[in-house]
C-alpha cells in the first residue's frame, strides 16, 4: 500500500487545516488508518486512528476536542480535519496504517506515507 499524506501548510494560532491521506495498491477498507506526528528534535507521537468501519475514533488527549479523523473508503482517503491550532501543533504528520484493530504505537503500522508539514504561528 502507498499512503499520499497531503495538506500542510502555514497557519496562524486558531487557524484551521485538513489533511488528506490517498491510499492505493491496496484495499484500503482493511486498514485501520493512523495519523502521527513529529516535532523537530521529538519522537513520533500518536495523534489519532480510525478503523476500517469508520465507526469510532481515538485520540491524543493533547488534541481532543480539536481534530477529526475520517475516512471515506470510496475514494480510499482518510482525513485529519485540525481546527484551533496551537504552536505546539507544529510537527510533520503522518499518516499510516495497520491491519491490526486501532493501535496507538508507531510499531504497530505496517506502510507509512512521507508526511506533510505543519506549521502554526503564535
Known amino acids: 500500500v502507498q499512503l499520499q499524506a497531503s495538506g500542510g501548510g502555514y497557519v496562524q494560532a486558531g487557524g484551521s487545516l485538513r489533511l488528506s491521506c490517498a491510499a492505493s495498491g491496496g484495499v484500503f477498507s482493511r486498514y485501520a488508518v493512523g495519523w502521527f506526528r513529529q516535532a523537530p528534535g521529538k519522537e513520533r507521537e500518536f495523534v489519532a486512528a480510525?478503523?476500517?468501519?469508520?465507526?469510532?475514533?481515538y485520540y491524543a488527549d493533547s488534541v481532543k476536542g480539536r481534530f477529526t479523523i475520517s475516512r471515506d473508503n470510496a475514494k480510499n482517503t482518510a482525513y485529519l480535519r485540525m481546527n484551533s491550532l496551537k504552536p505546539e501543533d507544529t510537527a510533520v504528520y503522518y499518516c499510516?496504517?495497520?491491519?491490526?484493530?486501532?493501535?496507538?504505537?508507531?510499531?504497530?503500522?505496517?506502510?507509512w506515507g512521507q508526511g506533510t508539514h505543519v506549521t502554526v504561528s503564535s
Open positions: 480510525i478503523p476500517w468501519s469508520g465507526i469510532i475514533s
Open positions: 499510516a496504517v495497520t491491519t491490526t484493530v486501532i493501535q496507538t504505537t508507531a510499531r504497530e503500522y505496517d506502510y
